[in-house]
């Protein structure tokens, strides 16, 4: 896969275009809160093949540009089933930050993902992996070099549990499983620059109780 980071918005969320190198089709990952991703996108040339919209979790930074989006984009979207609730908040979400003027939209979802679940694009197989803690559905999306992984896992960090529907316990469960997957992963999170899971698993002080 070919993968480009834009950081976006007031929160300069990491959102992603990777593409399928065999057949060009590209997939935008997360989206943004303003529609300076889609400013982004239609600057590129060539045009890239935007065949679908994959969602890592229901924040505002990551799914609120959404409605924007599918309006220059219109393409088949993905959620984790378990953001669903999470996700028809996002008209209320802003408040929570006390800044109503971040409330937005719902955007519309296609299809509803469940851990295990897998994602032709084009030649890729992205396989998604659900990992709730930071919200309750959270999941990433993986192929055999590169893990995506919104805000479960950052360089040196993981993600706050603290927010409405976070669950530290849960949060526990998720980063144990991904140990599962295989060390060489690179790792591109939902903030800051790209690490790899082997290099998390030794130096990350968050997952000290997995060491
Ligand atoms: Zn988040």
Aim: hydrophobic share 35%.
């Amino acid at each position: 896969m070919e993968i480009k980071c834009f950081p976006v918005g007031a929160f300069r969320v990491n959102t992603y275009l990777v593409k399928d190198e065999e057949t060009g089709q590209c997939a935008i990952i997360d989206t943004g809160e303003s529609d300076e991703l889609v400013e982004r996108l239609q600057a590129l040339q060539p045009a890239p093949d935007i065949r679908m919209i994959l969602l890592t979790h229901a924040h505002l930074d990551h799914a609120g540009g959404l409605k924007q989006l599918q309006q220059f984009f219109d393409v088949p979207t993905y959620l984790p089933r378990l953001e669903q609730a999470l996700f028809e908040t996002l008209p209320k979400q802003g408040d929570w930050f006390g800044a109503p003027h971040m409330n937005r939209p719902c955007g519309r979802i296609d299809n509803w993902l469940d851990d295990g679940d897998v994602i032709d694009l084009g030649e890729t197989q992205l396989h998604f992996i659900s990992t709730p803690g930071h919200t309750p559905g959270q999941g990433c999306y993986y192929d055999e070099h590169d893990i995506f992984v919104g805000d479960t896992l950052f360089a040196g960090s993981v993600g706050r549990t603290d927010l409405p529907m976070g669950d530290s316990r849960l949060m526990k469960d998720s980063l144990h499983k991904l140990t599962t997957l295989p060390e060489r992963l690179r790792v591109h999170s939902g903030h800051g620059p790209v690490t790899t899971l082997a290099k998390e698993y030794e130096t990350n002080p968050f997952l000290q109780f997995l060491r």
